[in-house]
């Protein structure tokens, strides 16, 4: 009798890069804390590692609170990787977002109550989906790299927000935005008196739904099944008369859909983030990326990467108390998406390798 060999799944493969660029990225992380200061190194990496349950209920609010707009935007760029397009262009998506919802909820007051802040969501939806159809449109009709063109409207879509800001919804003394009406806030439904948290809201409930419906649509639906198999194969899809172009610039809107409410459910808050004018691209955008390379662009696996990189960045807020900076956990995850891409090109070349000698095989066989 022959013996099986134990394989693992792509399920399990992609588990395991995650599970080791996690740990690099500690340990990188570690490294540095050493380097800084080594006596109060380890009590600071634990308080890393603690994250949100450090503060209890009120530290796990806050968890929630930071991982809302990255788990929206990592499943922007993840819809995106999935449909083989790289969708760099979240911080642009995620800003203009913020912008639509933000002006909604300052000037649209003669909305009811309970309408006004889902269709200042509603808005951020629009304006990011437009924000990602560009590029998409570009790519799909006169095949301009996407990457290309998203880092553009990055910037276009910075210094838009920044001018729109001046014209319509300027605080001169403070240089941000002004507050939206408490009716465009999300409604808190006791959250913030069970954790005793005052930024918690449903927004956390919402996202949730956002990595459900694009679970299904992936994995349950043709249009989904059109988009992977674009992905996978654009010249074979399009052989099998699927309309790659078409494809493309939904990908792309959906992508941008995703960014823009991810924005916001960050402004609409009540938590007194505010829009600011300045230089500077949206960080919730760049992380993610890294979300979705930790996730392995699989929706749940985002959901979880999100809390993940939410719980390691409260505890990285909390290590300023052995006089560290809160940017080590940026240098943390910077790492992650370091070691998580040479996981992803390390486990393609060894299943490259894997498939030529069976390859071999089958074509002694034939002869």
């Not at 009811?112 to 998409?136: C, S, T």
């Not at 059109?226 to 899809?237: N, R, V, W």
């Not at 940017?327 to 070349?349: M, N, R």
């Amino acid at each position: 009798m022959k013996k099986q060999k134990f394989e693992l799944s792509k399920g399990g493969k992609d588990f395991i890069a995650s599970i080791a660029a996690i740990a690099a990225g500690l340990l990188f992380g570690l490294v540095i804390l050493l380097f800084s200061n080594a006596r109060q190194a380890f009590p600071a990496f634990g308080m890393i590692l603690k994250g949100g349950f450090t503060d209890g209920l009120s530290g796990i609010a806050q968890v929630l609170y930071v991982a809302t707009p990255i788990i929206l935007t990592g499943l922007s760029v993840g819809f995106a990787f999935k449909t083989g397009l790289f969708n760099i262009g979240a911080p642009g998506q995620f800003t203009c977002g913020a912008f639509a919802a933000v002006y909604i909820g300052v000037k649209w007051t003669f909305l009811p109550a309970g309408a006004h802040w889902i269709v200042a969501l509603l808005g951020a939806l629009i304006a990011g989906a437009i924000w990602g159809m560009v590029p998409g449109i570009l790519k799909a009709i006169a095949n301009v790299n996407e990457v290309i063109t998203s880092i553009m409207m990055n910037y276009i879509g910075m210094y838009l927000v920044n001018i729109l800001i001046v014209k319509f919804v300027y605080d001169p003394v403070r240089n941000q935005s002004v507050p939206v009406a408490k009716t465009a806030n999300i409604p808190k439904a006791g959250l913030d008196k069970l954790f005793n948290y005052s930024n918690i809201n449903i927004s956390i409930f919402i996202a949730i739904l956002a990595v459900i419906v694009i679970y299904i649509v992936l994995n349950k639906t043709i249009f989904g099944y059109e988009l992977k198999a674009c992905g996978l194969s654009p010249e074979a899809s399009r052989y099998a008369g699927i309309n790659a172009k078409r494809n493309i610039i939904l990908s792309m809107t959906i992508a941008g859909a995703l960014s823009g409410l991810g924005g916001g459910l960050l402004y609409l808050a009540g938590s007194g983030k505010y829009l600011q004018v300045v230089d500077v691209l949206a960080p919730q955008g760049f992380n993610g990326i890294s979300v979705a390379l930790l996730g392995i662009s699989n929706p749940i696996g985002i959901l979880f990467a999100g809390l993940f990189i939410g719980h390691i960045t409260v505890g990285g807020n909390n290590i300023q108390l052995y006089n560290f900076v809160p940017e080590v956990v940026d240098i943390i995850i910077s790492t992650i998406i370091y070691f998580g891409a040479f996981a992803l090109l390390i486990k393609s070349l060894l299943d490259r390798f894997r498939r030529r000698p069976s390859e071999s095989g089958a074509v002694k066989e034939e002869k």
